[in-house]
């Protein structure tokens, strides 16, 4: 596929929620302030890669940058497409870049409890930093839920506060993230290469990483102003 036949750019809040409860098995759009980018080829709509400053306010404490130098690749929801994923992140992330340059690091997590362990990662040399540590989460709906998630819903960071949600709610304790980092510049890349680990291996073939599914209409994705993050 030739470059030409890829394009990037700003993408509707309607365009991204419809690629994210579409096109991601979380079937939902992350919480919080996103920068939303949309993809297409051959100007057809194919998803979203969504960027935001993450579940805490700390994301690039670790690494002594700010919230403004620190983002976090939350979510690729993409329908069938030629482009493979990795290089979608890449053009996306530069693209971002481009329009935010003080930002100094990317920060993405492979979700172990599906089976993901960062394939679209390795494939575009992020450093893997190793993962994180097991949390306990509710089963609400049939569904994993983070105990965020639960009290935005109303509930309580606890099983009987999950289950004022859904009644049959369940607590499970769930493996930690893997975690892979994306330097932007020359120094922040020294600074975390000796945080470099060996790549985990996949763990299971029942979920694949291109986070892709076919099928369903399409919306046009107008484009829209810039949203900093």
């Excluded at 700010?66 to 329908?79: F, K, M, N, Y």
């Excluded at 935005?152 to 993230?177: F, W």
Aim: hydrophobic residues 35%; positive net charge; aromatic residues 8%.
């Amino acid at each position: 596929m030739s470059k030409a036949d890829l394009h990037i750019d700003w993408a509707t809040h309607k365009a991204a929620k419809y690629a994210c409860e579409n096109w991601h098995y979380s079937g939902c759009v992350p919480a919080g302030k996103l920068v939303k980018v949309g993809v297409w080829e051959s100007e057809k709509f194919i998803g979203v890669v969504m960027f935001g400053r993450g579940a805490t306010p700390n994301l690039g404490k670790p690494y002594g940058l700010s919230q403004d130098q620190c983002v976090e690749l939350v979510r690729i929801a993409l329908t069938s497409h030629k482009t493979h994923v990795s290089r979608i992140a890449a053009i996306a992330l530069k693209f971002l870049k481009r329009s935010n340059p003080d930002l100094r690091l990317a920060v993405s997590f492979a979700d172990t409890s599906q089976g993901h362990h960062g394939g679209i990662y390795q494939a575009g040399n992020w450093v893997y930093s190793g993962q994180g540590a097991s949390s306990r989460f509710f089963r609400v709906f049939g569904r994993l839920m983070h105990p965020r998630t639960v009290i935005e819903k109303g509930g309580k960071n606890s099983l009987s506060g999950a289950q004022n949600i859904d009644s049959r709610a369940t607590a499970e304790i769930v493996t930690g993230k893997h975690r892979y980092l994306m330097p932007l510049d020359k120094a922040m890349k020294d600074q975390i290469q000796s945080l470099s680990k060996p790549y985990p291996k996949r763990a299971t073939k029942a979920n694949s990483e291109d986070h892709s599914e076919s099928g369903g209409a399409v919306p046009t994705g107008t484009l829209q102003s810039k949203e900093a993050v």
